[in-house]
């Protein structure tokens, strides 16, 4: 599989990849949720280049991720703002920060904290059932295709009998 394939695999994780899977695009999308929005802004707090942060913007606005908007008219000048799709990024965006508080933390700790505006708390985010809202782990999904799909993804599973 080659990298600039992926949006046309069989798989919802390497379609999203090909969207937000490069490091620059993601704290550009972190930043995005911290409410930055113009390149100057951008370029400044990544220290990234002006040419690696254009074509990383120009992707996230062709994957309808970002959408321009002008904030001034003369120069014309536009700021990017995150649309539905962006926003919809939100709870990968912070799984990854909290997995990074995790394990990845230095001894003075997580460099930000979430607090819920709902309840006043210090909080992280939790994976839950749409379903029954129990938390979930790894080893409670089952993974299955959908029929569209059947027998063409998933890898056999190999036969119990011994030699």
Do not use: N
Request: charged letters at 35%; a positive charge; proline letters at 6%.
């Amino acid at each position: 599989m080659r990298w600039e394939e992926l949006d046309q695999q069989p798989c919802s994780l390497a379609r999203a990849l090909s969207v937000v899977g490069d490091r620059w695009t993601l704290v550009i999308l972190r930043d995005c949720f911290l409410g930055v929005r113009r390149f100057d802004d951008f370029e400044a707090r990544l220290g990234i280049t002006r040419h690696i942060l254009s074509d990383r913007l120009k992707k996230l606005l062709d994957a309808g991720v970002l959408e321009k908007r002008p904030y001034q008219e003369r120069p014309r000048r536009d700021e990017y703002r995150l649309t539905v799709k962006g926003r919809d990024l939100y709870p990968v965006i912070l799984s990854l920060v909290h997995w990074g508080d995790r394990y990845m933390a230095d001894d003075r700790g997580p460099p930000i904290r979430h607090r819920h505006r709902g309840c006043g708390h210090r909080m992280r985010g939790v994976l839950v059932c749409s379903e029954c809202g129990d938390d979930l782990h790894p080893r409670d999904v089952e993974v299955e295709e959908s029929p569209a799909w059947e027998g063409q993804l998933m890898p056999r599973k190999r036969s119990q009998s011994q030699d």
